[in-house]
């Protein structure tokens, strides 16, 4: 049986609500390079094939103007807005 403590990271998945429609999205950990494009990222999922880091963001889902609700999530009570990150191509 593996041991938890304090230091144990307790969001490897879970699953987000995308404001826009209501659909079920599963996010994950964001690997380092998406943290370096989005230090504040707690999640990364995968919209249409394209990577997506989500952040905390200091508003409630009833702040979040209609037109811009497709880049917000909510994963329980919290909030989250998102952006696509990418790798550059060579």
Not at 24 to 44: C, F, I, K, R, S
Not at 54 to 76: F, N, S
Request: charged letters at 25%; glycine letters at 6%; proline letters at 3%.
């Amino acid at each position: 049986m593996e041991q938890l403590s304090f230091f144990t990271n307790s969001r490897e998945t879970a699953i987000a609500r995308r404001l826009m429609d209501g659909r079920d999205v599963e996010v994950g950990q964001p690997e380092d390079w998406m943290l370096t494009l989005q230090p504040n990222g707690m999640y990364a999922c995968k919209i249409a094939d394209h990577d997506c880091v989500l952040y905390p963001v200091k508003i409630t889902e009833a702040q979040v103007d209609e037109a811009l609700r497709y880049c917000y999530y909510a994963i329980g009570d919290a909030l989250f807005g998102s952006v696509f990150v990418g790798k550059a191509v060579e």
